[in-house]
């Protein structure tokens, strides 16, 4: 079984490849238009030529024979201005040919998993899930039928066999495919997907006023829980994000890179999302992911920036951002934002499982986008990533791959949406098996990669004390707001 792994955009994507065809054939073409001039002035002369010939003396007519021939020879000859202009306009259209034909390959290779084994996956894991539900049904039913037995120990450990272990297989009939299908309805729906996501994230953040949760207005350096990666690839950031995910309390972490002329490279590690009530402190929250994916400013991206301030990060200075969902969401939300760039040189975006394609990025930012299609999360936001030369969609189907550890990946969505999944991913990039888009991405990146020596730094929000019930922070009418962290002061909303 070949493991199911493409890459698209980037470098080697449709749109790279197709615009240096297409500007290959135009400069060709422009070729070909010089060629044409050229006889045309060649022609005129040989015009010249024969009036010289016909119109002077031996001598003269003798030179304009000789030049008459020669002028013909450079029209007409095997290496003349017209079949080489021929040649260059056949070589223009062949170019312009294969552009299209590249195109349509690429639209095809889209769906490098036939519907016919999708169908046969969904039907797989709707009869998984019916049995599931069956087996906890039939183990009720031991322990009801034999109530008087309980004392014994014996039913128990009759409905333990029966019951299955773990999640009910469910990828084939939802996953990233089937619910960015049904949430891009929101998209030619009244409301509209933006309005719906701001409405959701104005909820979220009504009960958070409610609870009296706090917001983070700085940071706190701590003493690091985990060593320095020394990171000489992909695989490495998708474990520091497992480590930082790890503590579960809202801190991010950053990378000093100290390379051997004595420049610097930082890896910033954004971590998922840690709190799914409306109560707790992290800013890394439930409402904090609906409000970045409508590029709304979170107290998480004001503990990114604050952490890239104390850090002591300089203009000009490489820095790359990675996130796992929620965290790949304000990687990608933050490189957006002229004034974060302006104050940092983020040249890199990695992101793990993150529906960030609706926000659009400056080309200076080179971002790999790591999904897998048994991963509902990454097509929350309703629309595929876009493809273009500096934004790398790489896309695997776990369920199809070669590894049987990572078949069993995708069966659930939460072990198809986690970071040991991705690690597998992000190892077939470093050992380029992910296609020629996401080679190219890690080449751009090897400044990050080059296992030099580095240092680690973790910095916790701080959240000052609750004082009860809050005003209601109200998120404002659907328009992308930059990020007030620019000018000191918390965040208007978490």
Not at 21 to 35: C, F, G, Q, T
Not at 396 to 425: K, M, N, V, W
Request: without cysteine; charged residues 20%; proline residues 6%.
């Amino acid at each position: 079984m070949a493991d199911s792994v493409r890459s698209y955009g980037g470098a080697g994507g449709e749109v790279a490849v197709t615009e240096d065809l297409e500007r290959a054939a135009r400069i060709i073409r422009s070729v070909r238009d010089l060629l044409e001039d050229a006889g045309m002035s060649l022609s005129a002369a040989e015009r010249r030529a024969v009036e010289a010939f016909e119109r002077g003396s031996d001598p003269t007519r003798h030179a304009a024979e000789r030049a008459k021939n020669a002028l013909a020879d450079a029209q007409v000859g095997s290496h003349g201005t017209s079949p080489v202009g021929f040649s260059a306009y056949g070589i223009g259209e062949r170019l312009m040919e294969v552009a299209n034909r590249f195109t349509e390959a690429e639209r095809a290779a889209m769906s490098h998993v036939s519907a016919v084994t999708r169908a046969g996956g969904a039907l797989t894991s709707m009869w998984g899930t019916g049995l599931w539900a069956m087996r906890h049904v039939w183990a009720a039913g031991v322990l009801a039928s034999t109530a008087p037995l309980l004392m014994t120990g014996a039913p128990q450990k009759v409905a333990g066999a029966i019951l299955p272990d773990g999640l009910p297989p469910t990828t084939g009939y939802l996953n990233k495919d089937t619910v960015q299908w049904m949430v891009s309805k929101l998209d030619s729906s009244a409301v509209g997907f933006p309005a719906a996501v701001y409405a959701l994230a104005a909820m979220l953040a009504s009960l958070e006023g409610l609870f009296g949760e706090g917001h983070a207005t700085t940071v706190n350096e701590r003493e690091t829980s985990y060593a320095a990666r020394q990171p000489t690839g992909v695989a490495d950031v998708m474990n520091g994000l497992q480590e930082e995910e790890n503590r579960m309390d809202g801190s991010v972490s950053i990378e000093t890179i100290t390379h051997a002329d004595g420049t610097h490279s930082y890896l910033v590690t954004i971590p998922g999302t840690e709190d799914w009530g409306a109560k707790g402190d992290n800013p890394h929250d439930a409402q904090a992911n609906l409000a970045a994916m409508v590029e709304q400013s979170t107290d998480a991206q004001m503990a990114v920036v604050d952490a890239m301030r104390a850090a002591g990060i300089k203009p000009g200075e490489e820095v790359m951002l990675a996130g796992h969902s929620q965290g790949g969401i304000n990687a990608v939300a933050l490189a957006s934002r002229p004034e974060f760039l302006d104050e940092f040189n983020v040249t890199h975006v990695v992101t793990a499982g993150s529906p960030v394609g609706r926000i659009a990025l400056p080309s200076s930012v080179n971002v790999l986008q790591l999904e897998h299609n048994e991963d509902l999360v990454s097509g929350l936001d309703a629309v595929p990533n876009p493809d273009t030369p500096t934004r790398t969609t790489v896309e695997r189907d776990l369920r199809y791959s070669a590894d049987p550890q990572t078949r069993a990946f995708g069966d659930t969505i939460p072990d198809a949406h986690s970071l040991p999944a991705y690690a597998t991913t992000a190892g077939m990039v470093d050992a380029g098996a992910a296609g020629a888009s996401a080679s190219a991405w890690r080449d751009s990146a090897s400044t990050f990669f080059t296992g030099e020596t580095s240092t680690l730094t973790e910095y916790v929000p701080v959240v000052p004390p609750s004082t009860g019930h809050e005003p209601v922070d109200v998120i404002p009418q659907p328009q992308p707001v930059a990020l007030p962290a620019f000018a000191s002061g918390p965040t208007t909303n978490n």
